[in-house]
């Protein structure tokens, strides 16, 4: 297996740019750090960094035999945080020995694997004790499942970015009540409405497989939502559905530096992604949020990811409901076409609705948490 396809000079400046950008969320992240693994002779050598300050500390270059401490964590596939690297003090590693000379108190570890296969570690640090709390690390998946992609594909096109982004959206949703079956039917649902409707003369292919890739994405803003509030038993009340709304900004937040660091803004298909993130709780009778705009106003593809996403959050357990027959949820879009939802794609989705029954079928939930568990992610590229 030859994991990198790129080379230490090519992904250094994305680095460093997605170490500049997260230094806006996270203050106190000093250096990041990548050291890939070579199944074959064991040897784990460090590929690229981004420091900030001087000194760049020695390479890593040790067999992974010899760092047990680093082989645990990637049999058991996850992620070690330090408080207080001081505890290494009387280390026999020298790396470790040398972090510590250069001043750095904090550490966060997290394994990255190509195809189950363990490809390297990403190695965050930072000066100051104890930086890597629980909401510190929770902000740095999405980061760390995107620099793992930028080392093992080089980030340079739309497609990879389609990777990234089916990968952020299951970090997105491993918090989320939520599990990835719901973003394997909602985007199902929304690819049948978009073909549907360009029968009648819309859309290109395209378009609709672009749709398909970024709808999984449209709650993406969820990540910064506190938990009381999203795996509430009960009902918001009004100033928890107040904070919950705001997830389509963060959202858009999110996808906007995505696309920003990534040289991507300017990419029309990149503006079906934003939207959808932006514009899926729009109604168009103007009743909805963020902005309430009316009808048209709304983008095609925001108006298409609302029904798909409201069917499939009907017919679905959440936290605070069971779920509702297909019959029921048909009857919800019904009644509510031509003010909540778009005619046209009610209609759609009426159309196809033994398709729409299949798709429920095949993606049942696997269970509350989906595939992995809360405390055991770890990045599985
Ligand atoms: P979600 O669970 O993915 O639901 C997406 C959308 O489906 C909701 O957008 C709403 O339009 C529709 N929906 C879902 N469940 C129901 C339901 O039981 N009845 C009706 N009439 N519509 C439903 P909305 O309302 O903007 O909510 C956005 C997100 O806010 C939801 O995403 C969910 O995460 C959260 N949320 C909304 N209401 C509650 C609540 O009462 N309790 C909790 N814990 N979370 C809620
Ligand atoms: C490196 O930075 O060279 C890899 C190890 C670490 O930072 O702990
Ligand atoms: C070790 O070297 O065994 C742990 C410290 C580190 O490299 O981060
Ligand atoms: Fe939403
Ligand atoms: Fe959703």
Not at 80 to 109: C, K, M, P, Q, W
Not at 316 to 327: D, F, H, I, T
Request: glycine letters at 8%; one cysteine or more.
């Amino acid at each position: 297996m030859t994991p990198i396809s790129c080379s230490p000079w090519d992904v250094k400046p994305q680095l460093e740019a997605l170490h500049r950008n997260l230094l806006r969320e996270i203050a106190g992240i000093d250096r990041i750090a990548a050291a890939l693994y070579d199944p074959k002779t064991d040897a784990l050598k460090t590929f690229v960094h981004s420091t900030d300050g001087e000194s760049p500390l020695a390479h890593y270059d040790a067999l992974l035999e010899d760092v047990p401490s680093l082989g645990e964590l990637a049999r058991e596939r996850r992620p070690r945080v330090i408080d207080d690297l001081s505890v290494f003090a009387g280390s026999v590693h020298e790396h470790s020995r040398r972090l510590l000379e250069l001043g750095y108190r904090s550490s966060y570890t997290v394994p990255f694997y190509d195809n189950g296969i363990l490809a390297g570690f990403l190695f965050f640090d930072s000066r100051s004790p104890a930086l890597f709390t629980t909401s510190v690390v929770e902000k740095l998946r999405v980061y760390g499942q995107l620099i793992a992609l930028i080392l093992l594909h080089g980030l340079t096109s739309l497609r990879t970015l389609g990777a990234a982004v089916r990968v952020a959206s299951r970090v997105t949703h491993e918090r989320d009540p939520e599990t990835g079956a719901h973003l394997d039917r909602m985007s199902r649902y929304a690819r049948l409405i978009a073909r549907r409707l360009s029968g009648s003369g819309g859309f290109t292919d395209e378009f609709v497989e672009y749709l398909f890739l970024f709808s999984p994405l449209h709650d993406i803003g969820k990540v910064a939502i506190p938990d009381r509030i999203l795996l509430k038993k009960g009902r918001l009340d009004d100033e928890e559905f107040e904070l919950m709304k705001t997830h389509v900004l963060k959202g858009t937040g999110i996808v906007d530096d995505i696309l920003g660091e990534l040289g991507l803004e300017s990419f029309p298909n990149a503006l079906v992604l934003r939207n959808v993130v932006l514009r899926h709780h729009e109604a168009i009778d103007g009743s909805g949020y963020p902005d309430g705009l009316l009808g048209n106003e709304i983008p095609i593809e925001a108006r298409i990811v609302a029904v798909a996403d409201v069917f499939d959050a009907l017919t679905s357990v959440r936290p605070y409901k069971e779920a509702w027959s297909p019959g029921d949820a048909f009857g919800y879009l019904h009644d509510r076409a031509g003010a909540q939802f778009d005619r046209e794609c009610v209609r759609a989705l009426e159309a196809e609705a033994v398709a729409a029954e299949g798709i429920r079928l095949r993606f049942p939930d696997e269970g509350r948490w989906g595939r992995q568990s809360r405390e055991g992610y770890t990045p599985d590229l």
